[in-house]
């Protein structure tokens, strides 16, 4: 997607072929900083920091961090390439202990390398799948961007020249991907099919990915505006919402969606008042060993420091300021979970399912 | 309530009788800091700059405005007192337009000088209703504790031996009052009776009351611990809030609550989890003239820097930081309206009503 009119993705191997760019999501949005990654180790450190984010993305990240290895391995010593290269998957692995994506992109790795017999065959055989993960994703969130613009087209067509309103929760954007994104993939698509389209960026306290919603959203040219995440209800009781659409980090065989802490409230609000709430959810993402949600998916417990605590600009540089008093106790859940009952349909890159077909839907195209 | 274990009100007449003193509301929660006013302008100033805020505290810093007003008035020349004291109302009820609390103390003081003829003698009206206003509202929420705490007492009878979670939303303390607070004289009271209670405070963002919550709160000893808006879905779906309860700024004859932006949002998932919802009603917010409030109480948008800045500190000072992308739009709306069938039941200084009740339980009580 674009970033001041030139397109990039959110990471890409450089034309020299031996390092890995990324955009540095820490710097976002105060700054556009694009990161060279040198070796296997900085691409651990750079999963690990969050220089980047997003479960695909960090995938991407893995598979080539698994290149960058071969890369080192194969131009140093004969001995000790296949030692090395466990040890590299293994640092990898651990960079975010509960990353799904990530193990699976070294699992593909692993496989993919035992079919290949010398050190050079095997830096080939891990570029092409570092290579393959990143543009599979590319093409499961482009199809998944046309169904759900779909879903938009019809909306417009009911209401004839009036803006179409999407409200959002967090970043489903493509900076958790390696492009389009899965949330705005539908919005970028339903743009270029020139709907006329505005977003409702929620803030999503306490770490604000909305700042990066809004921040892409605004350089792919599609209106938007941020509200704080107490606004939503609001909004849908006095009709300014048409359509909530929110991504997912996991969602279960009978359609619970686990997302980012907030997500059901704007569910709640949603059938309250009669507005559709869809969850933007490519295939990677749906667990179909998990009969349910509710009170089953784990949920993680974060650093009361990201909510006592928060980062801005200042005017000359990024600064941290404390929300509350000292010794202030804060709890900082990061995820809940809607259930199946208040989810209209499932976004996916086979199709738009309801929570009775999705199970049936994605047979078989799970990764994971 | 207590600070550091000493006693104060948010205003109170300074021992001279010549001045009046308030807790500069600004500096909370990093500092505690109080400000001395010696005269109406000053006051003026006070509640315009929001040195204090709340409905019922800023109606009583209205009556010792008038106070001030006279007590200058009359030490200058013979001439002008009541013209005078005419300008000084009309510059305290400017001071902030929306303030029903305001207008109200305004013309209490104004039915109340009409009695007095001579200036020493106006001088002394106004004091005693200053001080009437005040001790009226601590009185007030005194009652209005004791009805809500004999809510929580009936909850912890039939939970022996278990902490009352109690969810609260903006800040309904006694910051906001001259004493006790409305929310938090219920807590207060019911703390006194030794009930086991825990607080979960909602942030509130965007202008985070939830910090003076917390604040106050744990000054009285009371276990609190703050969380982001998102969090009360997961909270409640889990079974960690026994009862939900909020403030209001004006309730509508139907019983639909108009409170802090996000209120609804708590309700929905009250309704939805089978938790108890309360609002804590002084009958002075309740407006039997106003039919109904969804749609029809006015919603106040507030300018957008609310949302995309945040006030802090950063170890050395007050720091403001910047959230967001230059240019990034953003929408503000202060309040939003509950409907009432979201609502178990309000407490009021005479009891606690349902929605069906509360018009015939609150009758002659409205003082507005």
């Not at 001041?4 to 890995?20: K, N, P």
């Amino acid at each position: 997607m674009l970033i001041d009119g030139t397109h990039y993705r959110s990471i890409w191997l450089a034309e020299d072929g031996q390092t890995v760019q990324i955009i540095d999501q820490r710097k976002l949005p105060f700054a556009v900083e694009i990161e060279t990654i040198r070796g296997w180790k900085e691409m651990v450190i750079a999963i690990r920091d969050m220089h980047l984010r997003g479960a695909p993305l960090i995938g991407a990240a893995a598979g080539y961090g698994v290149y960058l290895a071969c890369l080192e391995l194969a131009a140093g010593s004969h001995d000790g390439f296949d030692v090395g290269l466990e040890g590299a998957m293994a640092e990898l692995d651990a960079a975010r202990p509960t990353a799904v994506n990530l193990r699976w992109a070294l699992e593909r790795q692993r496989a993919a390398l035992r079919g290949a017999d010398s050190r050079e065959e095997k830096v080939v055989v891990a570029r092409e799948q570092a290579d393959a993960i990143a543009e599979e994703d590319v093409a499961v969130c482009a199809e998944l961007g046309r169904h759900g613009a779909d879903l938009l087209s019809g909306i417009a067509a009911r209401n004839p020249g009036r803006t179409i309103n999407v409200l959002t929760h967090c970043n489903a954007g493509w900076l958790a991907t390696v492009d389009h994104g899965t949330v705005t993939a539908v919005i970028y698509e339903a743009s270029r099919r020139g709907l006329p389209l505005h977003v409702w960026v929620d803030e999503t306290r306490p770490r604000n990915q909305g700042a990066l919603t809004s921040w892409e959203l605004t350089h792919n040219g599609v209106a938007n505006t941020v509200v704080c995440d107490n606004a939503g209800g609001h909004l849908m009781q006095h009709g300014k919402v048409d359509l909530v659409l929110v991504g997912t980090d996991r969602t279960a065989r009978n359609g619970d969606v686990a997302n980012k802490i907030g997500t059901y409230l704007k569910a709640l609000s949603a059938m309250d008042n009669e507005v559709p709430f869809y969850v933007a959810l490519p295939s990677s993402t749906f667990d179909p060993s998990m009969e349910r949600g509710v009170g089953a998916i784990p949920i993680e417990e974060r650093n009361a420091d990201e909510v006592l605590e928060v980062r801005g600009y200042d005017g000359e540089r990024e600064s941290r300021v404390r929300l509350y008093a000292d010794g202030t106790a804060a709890a900082n859940y990061a995820f809940d979970v809607t259930p199946a009952r208040l989810v209209t349909g499932y976004v996916t890159e086979r199709g738009v399912f309801d929570a009775h077909h999705l199970a049936e839907g994605l047979r078989g195209a799970n990764r994971g």
